[in-house]
């Protein structure tokens, strides 16, 4: 064999007779690369390199190999991510730690699925042109963002290729028409560029690396001047938020009430204690809390409801709802109260006057995705389930008229969904969250960064309050007031403010995104067609 460059190894589409193991090998290296962007310091250089390496171990490869490729980078992207998902099962879900990672394996081999998708889709558009396969790359990737997002049960759009870059302020403005798909199609055509800019022949490749340089010019100009051009937004009014910091517990044993008199006494305090500036909060939020907080519960009820009569002003506390329904047992109709995990507000009398029940709920977590796994789901835990769905995105009302929403924990990685809350009016978000079944992970901040392009990609102020961080507040351009770090009981009075703007996605949706799924069907169509 005759010995090439090291370097060749890292670019197989320059290489004819790659061997597929080392196609694969890259391809699961690219996984893990862009893992890093969601870690530690989630420095979003490897976002924007990663995936030059998974379309190096595409083109040229057999279309199973190529398939394989792309399954290998999201199994690996998956299991270095958000390794958390075992914990989370294990502990929320009541599941052994074994079927905590079964599932979290299943969850990454759909993900590798639809990569692997991605992939044979390449792989079909470099038969006809290597040109083709690269325009048509970042529109491919799209359209597996959208799958993940949309799939029915089971979807999970976590930790898109956009979000990296959505760390920069001037970067994160293009969300307001585009959604985050605007963000991951960026990034996925600069990958593409990469890879572009090192083909063809010498005379070729000088000028495509000028483009490069071009392009790497611009973006590098906009990411350093533009943020000075964002604005910062003012607020009017202070929320109080109250982060309790209660352990996380499936069960509660005899009398919780009895038991954390004193959790309830402190929690009174943080509520109502003076605020340290001249500004007084009008708004109280207390988050989802592994706590048994129903109104339905003699205790509970008027326990917040002198509270927010002490406050003066209204609140927004997590609950679980009891609601009466139906359920069918030995061939008939039996009446029985089923739980909603809700949010509800109390006015100034302490009068409950809204409430709202999560409708995207937490699969394997909070209800059984599938009623015909019934049977192998409760033989590894009987405590999954439960939960069941809320069928309205509420818009409520404050004293002053402002209208406000609150959505509940993992909705807060739904773009389409949160998107539906301002449409219908929404001047104010507020997410509540339980954060503290992540353990030590890093799914906490994730789940901030995310939460961020949220209040973006629809201008308003979100006030994020969970139950052991991070609770902070975000402005509608996506600047964010940390307000209480992990781990710790306090409370803490952040900034908010009402928008009755709406910015382009919010009026039209993922549009972007199902435009990318429209060409990237049109382009491999055509690989059909002219292969017939």
Request: aromatic share 14%; charged share 15%.
């Amino acid at each position: 064999m005759s010995s090439r460059p090291w370097h060749l190894y890292l670019r197989p589409y320059r290489l004819p007779d790659a061997p597929p193991a080392l196609r694969l090998l890259l391809a699961a290296l690219s996984g893990a690369i862009l893992s890093l962007s969601f870690h530690g310091s989630f420095l979003s250089l490897y976002s924007w390199l990663c995936l030059a390496l998974l379309l190096s171990s595409i083109l040229g490869a057999r279309p199973l190999v190529a398939f394989f490729c792309g399954f290998l980078h999201g199994l690996i992207f998956v299991l270095t991510c958000v390794p958390w998902i075992a914990e989370v099962l294990s502990v929320h879900g009541g599941m052994s730690g074994g079927a905590g990672w079964g599932v979290l394996l299943l969850i990454a081999a759909v993900w590798g699925a639809s990569i692997g998708l991605f992939a044979w889709g390449v792989q079909r558009l470099w038969r006809f042109s290597l040109a083709l396969a690269l325009f048509g790359a970042p529109f491919l990737w799209i359209s597996t963002e959208v799958l993940r997002a949309y799939l029915p049960e089971i979807s999970f759009p976590w930790g898109l290729l956009g979000y990296p870059a959505a760390e920069n302020p001037a970067l994160l403005q293009l969300t307001t028409v585009t959604g985050i798909y605007g963000l991951s199609f960026l990034v996925a055509a600069f990958n593409s560029l990469l890879v572009w800019s090192d083909c063809g022949t010498s005379a070729e490749k000088t000028r495509r690396i000028g483009t490069l340089l071009t392009v790497v010019s611009v973006l590098l100009l906009v990411m350093w001047i533009g943020p000075r051009f964002v604005p910062k937004a003012e607020a009017h009014h202070l929320a109080r938020v109250v982060q309790p910091n209660f352990p996380e517990k499936t069960e509660y044993e005899g009398d919780w009430y009895a038991q954390h008199q004193a959790d309830l006494l402190d929690l009174t305090r943080l509520s109502l204690r003076p605020s340290p500036g001249a500004q007084q909060p009008d708004l109280l939020i207390w988050p989802e809390a592994p706590a048994p907080f129903s109104f339905q519960d003699p205790r509970f009820g008027p326990f917040i409801s002198h509270l927010a009569t002490e406050f003066h002003f209204p609140g927004i506390v997590g609950v679980i709802e009891w609601k009466p329904g139906t359920q069918y047992l030995n061939g008939g109709e039996h009446p029985v109260l089923f739980p909603y995990n809700s949010a509800a507000m109390l006015n100034e009398n302490g009068q409950r006057v809204f409430s709202y029940d999560k409708i995207h709920l937490v699969p394997f977590g909070e209800y059984e995705p599938f009623p015909f796994i019934h049977q192998v789901v409760t033989s590894v835990s009987e405590e999954v389930g439960g939960f069941h769905k809320g069928k309205e995105r509420a818009v409520g009302k404050f004293p002053n008229g402002n209208t406000f929403s609150v959505f509940i924990c993992y909705e807060a990685i739904y773009p389409m969904e949160v998107r539906a809350f301002v449409e219908r009016g929404a001047q104010l978000l507020v997410n509540i969250s339980n954060d503290g079944w992540f353990g030590k992970s890093d799914a906490a901040e994730q789940h901030l960064r995310m939460a961020r392009v949220r209040a973006a990609e629809n201008r308003r102020w979100l006030v994020r309050d969970t139950n052991s961080g991070i609770t902070a507040s975000i402005d509608p351009y996506g600047l964010i007031t940390r307000g209480l770090g992990r781990d710790m009981r306090d409370s803490a009075d952040l900034p908010y403010d009402f928008r009755t703007d709406t910015t382009f996605y919010t009026r039209f949706n993922d549009w972007f995104a199902w435009m990318c799924v429209a060409i990237s069907a049109i382009l491999v169509a055509l690989t059909f067609r002219k292969a017939n």
